[in-house]
Every structure is written in structure tokens, then in C-alpha cells.
């Protein structure tokens, strides 16, 4: 016999140290985030005297205080509207061209592709002085459409690429017969093409939504109003007033947090391939 | 007639919005700011032409030039550490993460959880953990008896950097986990079995065969790695402030950029030097684009096929 006892008692042994090291490490990981989120319910002196324990009381008056004093209601807002349109607008825009550049045959065609594609490695940061500068020529320095369009001018290539890559896959006997039927070509294009990309543009929703709602490089150099900040902006300006109130200070990030987590934890194997989409096929 | 030419060249009408936005909000800006860098600025008012002067005074000129190379290296001390932790222990992780297991998946979410964080609230998160005095971090070291290691991690010159950058570890390492792991997964399980057959140990096989199919997935990320680390300013500006305190010793090229193109607020004084800043923006344009180049050549080059 192959499998005797030893061999078998050393695999277990070995499976039982790996799960213990990924245990170990997936704590290393996860822990901190818990903390921030029972430390939240704390009142700052129990923060300080009781670091590690669970709250005493499970209080939400700490959120509430950070939801209306300090504005959060409405970076919360803020936040939603321009992750919601910013993601709209590349939803609209990169469809439309990913369709045009897969489905029609004319010239110029893989030039404007590889255009776009150029665009999937380089920061738009790089560009932020020029940018800033159309910004303030265009008058939408301190509104929220100097982010919109921000994002969703930089969300386009990755957008475009692999919008194209799902479009090509779809058989060209489906157009065709739509056409024979009568359709007109914008019709093909949301009756037809659009459903059959549903899983591409869930993706694409993934790629662009979680950094823009993350981001507060763009609000910081564009919006100077405290009523248009987004929450990782508010927040920034949050610590520097309530330092000492590490209550409100972990209220404060609980709320910036939780949409995301929530969402992640409920469509995590969605998360993870859009997340990683771009990275595989690039 | 008018509606037949109309639907027959369709396509640009689907193209132009997409084009539009995209050429006038991310090309134009990436374009410009090269011509921004070649002029000298008087604030946001645009001077004469000065050939490389700016580039000059970032590379030669004090305080620019000193500032310019400590940034540079701290950025790369940045990149390979955080390349040598992901292609070691986040490759390990993968590889293991590929048997399937019981509760493995759950483990998986977990490992990637804080890269659904904003940087801003990674960056505070651990600044109050990392707190001195009230910290949870040095709390739990006394508690584990390990209380000599108790320090102002983010305060001193010798420690703050490599707080930081594994901070940022902390946030990244589950994103290049699930990218080798989806890699390792396309590898067709024939090659391991046809080495096994060939006598191969499992070091062997994981050495001469996927590590060979894998490299060009290790190689995307190195590069998304460096492109990222290259830009970034977000965990260095909440945790250190923008000049990367303590006295530089955080400083990357993002908070140099930022500092000299913004102005200091730490210090409340100088504006914006708009053409140097530029050409601090070319300068890292161009050792991304060089280093991603030459990558994506390396990668080609090294694809294997069995």
C-alpha cells in the first residue's frame, strides 16, 4: 500500500500548517478593518483605555454625530452623484466607441483603437497641471463636473478595450438578421448588442466605480466648497478639526468605508474579476 | 437620401462622444504638459520659452535636484520592496490558494478586502493605529511581550519610509495574489502531469514548468506595480503631510510633484512653480513609459511555449 499511516498522518499535518499560516496572515489582513469598525462604536476614552475589547455599550451616537455635524450626509451624497454619473457618462461613451470600433469596418478604425489604448498605462495625473488649468478655463474648477468628466476621460481606454474584446465576440448573423427585420442601427446597438455585453459592462461598472469613489487626489486640487466635497476628501478635512475625537475620527472612517465593503462582500467573485480583468489581459 | 448617408456612416456618431471626451480631458492634458514644462511660468501666467531650464533646475539646481534624486530613491526602495513581497509571499499565497480547499475562498475574499479601501482611509486607519502614545499597534506588541519594539514607527527618520510602504502592502498584496492565482489557474494541468510522469518533485515541476508559464503574469503586475508606485502621493500626504515628513524622509516623487506645483501648505508659503512642476510630471512620464516599455519587451520576449 501506497498510503500508510505515516504518510497520510504527515499530509494531514502539512494541510494543518497551511491553513494555520493563511489563518495567521488572512488575520494580519482583516483584523485592523475589524478594529476600525468596533472601535467606532467606542467613546474615545474607552478607545484609549480599552483598545482591543468590544465596545461596552454598542452606541450610534458617535455616527450620527459625524453623519449631521460634520457634514457626512452630505459627502455621502456628493460622493453617490459623481460616482453615479461619472459612471453613466463612461458607460455611455465607451460603449458607443467599443461598438463603432468592432462592429463596423472603416478606415481608421485600428488607428482610433490603438488610440485609445495608448491611454491604458498612463496616469492621468501626469497631465493634472493642464488639466487644472482647462478646468478653470472651462469654469468648472470647484463643481463636480470638473471630476465627472475627469473620470470618466480617464476611465475610457480600459473601458474601450475590453468593451471591444466582448462586442467581438458576438456572432455577426445576429446583426444581420436584425437588420433584415428593420431595425435602424441604433436600435441593433441597445436592443441587441447592448444586452448580450451585460456581463462587460458589469465589469466595466467594477473597474471604474471603486477607484472613483476611493479617490481624493482630483477633489482635493478641484473642489474648494466645503458643500461639494466627496467623502475621502471631507475626511481629510474631518481629521485635521477632531483629532483628539478618535470616536468620531473611526465614525468618520467606518462611513467612508462601508458602502464598498458591503458591496464587495455581497458580490465579492464580481469584484475580484473586474478588479483583476485589466491586469490579465493587458 | 440625407437618412441613408445618416445610417450608413453611423459609426462616427457612436465613435465622437467617447473620442471627444477622451481626447479633450486625458490626451490634451498628457500632451500639453510637455510643452508647460519648455516655457517659464510667472504663476498660472505662461512666460517665455526656456528650452530645458526647468528640467535643468529639477536635476541640477538646489533645492530641486536634491529633493528630486531622494524622491527618486525612495520611490524605487518603494517599488522592490513591495515587488519583492508580492512575487514571494503573494506568489506563495496564490500557488496555495490554487488547490482547492475547504474555506479557501472565504480566505481569499478576506486577503483582499483592504484593497477595497480608499487610501485615504488606509492612511489615517493606520496612522491612529501606528499613534505613539494611544496606538493599537504598539498596544498589541507590549501585550505580546514584545514591548522593547514599541516605537514612534511614522516619527523617526530610520523607520518611517518602510512604515509606509508597508502600509501600502497591507492595502495591495491581495490584488497581485488574485492576478497570479488567475494566471496559475490557465496553466493546463497536462504540463504538471507529464513532469510528474517524468519524475519531476513538486519543486521541480513549480521551478521548470509553471513558474516559466506564469512569468509573463508576474511580469504584468511587476509593471502595474511600478507604474503605481511611481504615481502615487495619497498614503505619503495623509500619514507624513506633503512634504513626507520627518525631514524628507517619506518624500516620493507624487509629494514632490504635488509640493512644487501646488505649493507647500505644511510650510503655508510658496506657490505654485508651475514649469518646474512639469518637469518633474515629464520626468516620471518618462521613466514610467521607459520602464513599462522595455517590461512589456522583456515579457514578450521571455513567453515560453511547450
Redesign the interface.
Known sequence: MMHNRSTVFKRWLV?GA??LL??I??F???Y??F??IITAFKPTRE??MD??GLPKVWSLETFVKVWQRAHFNTYFLNSVSVTLVSTV?VL???S??A???S??Q?RLSSF?YM??LA?I???????????F??M?DLNLLNTHWSLI??Y???G??MS?FLLTGFFRTIPKDLEYSARIDGC???QI?YRIMLPLVRPGLATVTIVNF?PW?????FPL?FIQSDHLKT???G??IF?GQFMTD?GM??AG?VI??VP??VL??AM?RQ??SG??AG??K? | MVSRWF?KH???F??L???V??A??????????LG?SLFSWDG?VRGAFSGLDNFRTVLRQAPYNIRFWNALKHNTVFFIITFVLQSTLGLF?AV?FTRQ?K??GL???????????????VG???L??LNPT?G?FN??LR?VGLGHWAQPWLGQTETALYTVIMVNA?RW???PI??FK??LQGISEEFHEAARVDGANGWQVFRYITLPLVMP?IG??T??TF?WIF?T??LVF?MQGSSGNPYYSTDILGTFFYRT??GDSTTGGEPGQ?GI??AI??L??LI??AV?YFGVRLIQHSEVEY
Not at chain 1, 213 to 217: A, G, R, S
Request: with cysteine; net charge neutral.
Open positions: 494541510e497551511i491553513y493563511l489563518i496572515l488572512a494580519i489582513f482583516v485592523p478593518i478594529l476600525m478607545i484609549f483598545p482591543f457618462l455611455t461613451c465607451s458607443l466607441a461598438y463603432a470600433l462592429r463596423y472603416f482610433f488610440f485609445f491611454g498605462m498612463i496616469p492621468i495625473r501626469l497631465g493634472i497641471l493642464p488639466l488649468l482647462l478653470r468628466l475627469t470618466a476621460a480617464s475610457m481606454p474601450v435602424s442601427e441604433l446597438f471603486v469613489w476611493n479617490d481624493f487626489f486640487l467623502i475621502p476628501l475626511m481629510t481629521f478618535w475620527l473611526f472612517m467612508a468605508s464598498l465593503l464587495y462582500l465579492s469584484f475580484i478588479l483583476t491586469a490579465l493587458g | 445610417q453611423i459609426y462616427v457612436f465613435l462622444p467617447g473620442l471626451l477622451y479633450v480631458f486625458m490626451v490634451y492634458p498628457l500632451t500639453s504638459a508647460f498660472l499565497l496555495l480547499r474555506g479557501y480566505l481569499q475574499t478576506l486577503f483582499f478586502m483592504p484593497y477595497t479601501l480608499s487610501m485615504a482611509v489615517f486607519l493606520w491612529l493605529l494611544w493599537a498596544k498589541a501585550l497591507w498584496l491581495g490584488f488574485l492576478v488567475a494566471g503574469t504584468m503586475v509593471i502595474l507604474i504615481n502621493f495619497e495623509v506645483a501646488f508651475i512642476a512639469s510630471a515629464i516620471m512620464f514610467v513609459a513599462s
